[in-house]
C-alpha cells in the first residue's frame, strides 16, 4: 500500500502479487473493493457477491485507495504514478456495470487521495494538496455534473486532513486531521459548522447506519481498532493485538472489517459479535487493505416525473385503477402555517405513460390526511386546516370528501365521529380504519397540545356508513406515523407521541386483527421515529426516511432505507439510501415489486422546505 507521511511508514513490502485464496464464513450481501499490493503493484480488487475476487485494474501504474457505490454501480480510485519525484495522481470513476472509466483531471497535482462517496451518490469527497498552503486538504464535487469542479471543504480554515467519511447527504464529514506531532479523528458538522474533536487517530470509518464511528489509533506500540458511539459519546476498544490492525470499515450490517499484519502480510478480517476474527481475504504473497462495501445490490432505485405544482409534504395517496392520486399538502417549511402553506390540490399521475395530470381540487385546503378509492369515487378524511378564529390559526376537520373521478368534482359525503388530522386512513377489503392522529383544534387561546383520538372510525366504502370499532388504539397514542394493510391486518409504524411542544418519538411496529381487535407488538424498529414512509415487498417491511432524534433537542431528518423480514422478525440496514433525506413523504406499491415514494420534507444547509421528487425502489 502507498506509504506516505501520514501513514505508518516503517514497513517495506516485498511480495509478488500470485495467486489468492478467497473464503467467508458466511454469504456477504454487498460487494467489497480492497487494494491489494505486491511489490510496486498496486492494484484494485473487486469481490463480487458470488464471491468471485476479479482485478479492477491491471496495468504499471498504482492504484489506491477505492470506494463502491452503496448500490454497487459505480467505483471511484486514485490512479498514476509514484516515484523519487513524488506523485502524479488523479481520480477514476468507473461504471461497474458497463466498465466505462472518467478520468478526472483537474489543476490538484500530487498526492490525490481517499475519495469517498456520499451514501446517496450525489457527492464524492477526497484530499489532495492545496493552491493555497501546499499541504493536503479535503476537497468535494458533485459526481453527475459534466465539468468536475471540486471545492475546498473548508475555505475559512485551512487544514492537512485526509479520509473523507461523508455522511449519506454529504450534511457532515468525519475526517482525519494532522498537525504537528498529532493525528485526530474530527467531526465536522457542515449544517451548523461546528467540529468535535472525537479521538486521536487516523483513517476513520463511518458504519452505514451513521451512528458509529471506527478509526485505528496507536498506543503502547501498536495499532488497534477502536469504536466511538455517536449517540452515547462513548468509545469501545475493539483489537488488541501484537501486529497494527488498521483501515476499518463498515458491512451494511455494522460488522467492522479490517487490516491486520498479524500473519506478516496484512490480510481483511471481519470482526464477529463474540469479537472472533474472521478471514474474509487472504493472499500468501501479498497484502490486502482499504476494504470498501456498497450496500445490497439486489435493489434497483430511480426517479419518475416530479408532480405539479407547489413542492409540499403529508398529502394524501391512494394506488387506484393503475393511477396514482394525489392530494392536498403543506407548501413551505415545516412547523409554520401560514394560510397559504395549506393547499388543495388534486393531481393524478398515470403508471402506464408516466404523465401527471391536474384535476379539480379538494373542497377543503389541508394536510395530514388520507385517501381510500372504490369504483367511482376517492374519498378524504379530516386534515389539518388553517381557522383564523383560533390561536393558533389551526383546525382539524371532521369532514369525509367525496371525488367523481367521471365527473371530476369533489362533494362533500358526511362526517367523522371527531376532527382528525395526522392519522392513517387503511383500507382492508372495503372497509377503511382511519386511525390515531389528534384534533389540533385549540380548546384555548394559545393551545398546542390539541386532544390525541383513541377511537377507531371504520367508513364502509361500499355504503358510506361511518361507523366505529369496538377496539381502540393502543398505548401509546400517535400521530405522523405510517400505517399499512399486511395480510388483513393493521400495521402501525413509529410516530409522534402525545403533545405537540415537545418530540416523543415511537419505536413501536404494532400489529392489529380488524377481525378480534388482538394487538401484537413486532420487534421495534431499530430507531424511534416520526414521519417515515414503510411499505412491503414481499416478505420484508422496508422503511425509509423519516425523523431521527440525535441528541437532547437535536432532531434531523434521514436516508436510510431499513428492511424488516416478516417471517424471522429480524431488522437490518440494506446499506441504501433515499437519494434526499425526507420525512413526511407517501409511500405505495407501483406493482408488486416497487415502491413508489413521493413528496417530503427535507432540511439541508439552510434550506427547510418540502419536495417534489418521485423515487422509486425496486426488488
Do not use: C
Amino acid at each position: 500500500m502507498i506509504r506516505s507521511p501520514y501513514e505508518i511508514g516503517d514497513r517495506k513490502m516485498k511480495t509478488t502479487l500470485l495467486a489468492t485464496i478467497m473464503f467467508f464464513s458466511q454469504a456477504i450481501h454487498a460487494d467489497m473493493l480492497f487494494m491489494r499490493e505486491s511489490g510496486d503493484s498496486k492494484q484494485i480488487m473487486w469481490q463480487k457477491l458470488n464471491n468471485e475476487v476479479v482485478p479492477l485494474t491491471t496495468g504499471s501504474k498504482v492504484h489506491l485507495y477505492p470506494d463502491i457505490s452503496s448500490n454497487g454501480q459505480k467505483a471511484i480510485y486514485v490512479e498514476g504514478q509514484l516515484n523519487d519525484q513524488g506523485a502524479n495522481l488523479e481520480l477514476v470513476l468507473h461504471d461497474l456495470k458497463t466498465n466505462q472509466s472518467i478520468v478526472w483531471t483537474t489543476d490538484l497535482k500530487g498526492m490525490i487521495l481517499h475519495p469517498k462517496f456520499s451514501k446517496n451518490g450525489k457527492v464524492v469527497f477526497f484530499s489532495a494538496p492545496s493552491t493555497v498552503a501546499g499541504k493536503n486538504v479535503l476537497y468535494f464535487a458533485e459526481t453527475e455534473l459534466l465539468n468536475f469542479a471540486p471545492k475546498v471543504l473548508n475555505e475559512t480554515e485551512i487544514e492537512e486532513a485526509y479520509f473523507p467519511r461523508p455522511s449519506s447527504d454529504a450534511s457532515f464529514v468525519v475526517y482525519q486531521k494532522n498537525s504537528p506531532g498529532k493525528k485526530e479523528i474530527i467531526f465536522f458538522d457542515r449544517v451548523g459548522n461546528e467540529k468535535t474533536v472525537i479521538a486521536e487517530g487516523m483513517s476513520p470509518a463511518l458504519s452505514f447506519d451513521e451512528r458509529f464511528i471506527a478509526y485505528t489509533s496507536k498506543k503502547d506500540g501498536n495499532w488497534n481498532i477502536y469504536l466511538f458511539d455517536r449517540f452515547l459519546k462513548t468509545t469501545k476498544q475493539l483489537t488488541n493485538d501484537a501486529g497494527d490492525e488498521m483501515a476499518p470499515t463498515f458491512m451494511p450490517d455494522n460488522h467492522i472489517v479490517f487490516a491486520s499484519n498479524k500473519s506478516g502480510h496484512f490480510q481483511l478480517f471481519k470482526i464477529e459479535n463474540n469479537n472472533t476474527w474472521t478471514s474474509i481475504a487472504h493472499s500468501e504473497n501479498a497484502d490486502d487493505y482499504a476494504p470498501q462495501f456498497s450496500g445490497e445490490t439486489q435493489y434497483q432505485q430511480s426517479f419518475l416525473p416530479n408532480f405539479p405544482g407547489p413542492q409540499r409534504s403529508s398529502f394524501g395517496t391512494i394506488i387506484h385503477n393503475g393511477k396514482l392520486y394525489m392530494a392536498g399538502g403543506h407548501a413551505g417549511p415545516e412547523h409554520t402555517y401560514p394560510k397559504e402553506s395549506f393547499t388543495n390540490d388534486f393531481d393524478v399521475y398515470d403508471i402506464a405513460t408516466k404523465t401527471w395530470t391536474t384535476l379539480a381540487p379538494r373542497l377543503n385546503k389541508a394536510h395530514g390526511f388520507q385517501l381510500a378509492a372504490l369504483g367511482n369515487y376517492i374519498y378524504a378524511f379530516g386534515g389539518f386546516t388553517f381557522a383564523e378564529e383560533y390561536n393558533p390559526q389551526w383546525k382539524s376537520l371532521d369532514v369525509i370528501e367525496r371525488y367523481n373521478i367521471e365527473k371530476n368534482i369533489w362533494e362533500f359525503a358526511g362526517h367523522l365521529t371527531s376532527p382528525r388530522s395526522s392519522n392513517v386512513a387503511i383500507t382492508i377489503g372495503t372497509k377503511v380504519y382511519i386511525i390515531g392522529g389528534w384534533d389540533s383544534t385549540p380548546k384555548k387561546s394559545g393551545d398546542f397540545e390539541g386532544t390525541f383520538q383513541s377511537s377507531i372510525d371504520v367508513f364502509d366504502l361500499e355504503t358510506e356508513a361511518l361507523t366505529v370499532a369496538p377496539f381502540e388504539l393502543p398505548k401509546p397514542l400517535r400521530r405522523a406515523f405510517t400505517g399499512l394493510n399486511y395480510n388483513g391486518k393493521i400495521l402501525l409504524v413509529g410516530g409522534l407521541g402525545v403533545g405537540s411542544s415537545h418530540f416523543e418519538l415511537i419505536s413501536n411496529l404494532t400489529l392489529i386483527d380488524p377481525s378480534t381487535g388482538v394487538t401484537k407488538e413486532l420487534p421495534p424498529l431499530p430507531f424511534a421515529t416520526f414521519a417515515p414512509a414503510a411499505e412491503i415487498i414481499g416478505k420484508e417491511l422496508f422503511v425509509f426516511g423519516g425523523m431521527y432524534k440525535f441528541a437532547e433537542m437535536n432532531y434531523d431528518y434521514v436516508a436510510h432505507i431499513y428492511a424488516l423480514n416478516l417471517p424471522t422478525k429480524k431488522w437490518r440496514h440494506t446499506g441504501r439510501y433515499l437519494k434526499e433525506t425526507k420525512g413526511f413523504s407517501q409511500v405505495f406499491k407501483l406493482n408488486q415489486s416497487t415502491i413508489g415514494i413521493l413528496g417530503g420534507h427535507h432540511y439541508f444547509n439552510d434550506e427547510d422546505s418540502p419536495v417534489s421528487t418521485f423515487e422509486t425502489f425496486a426488488k
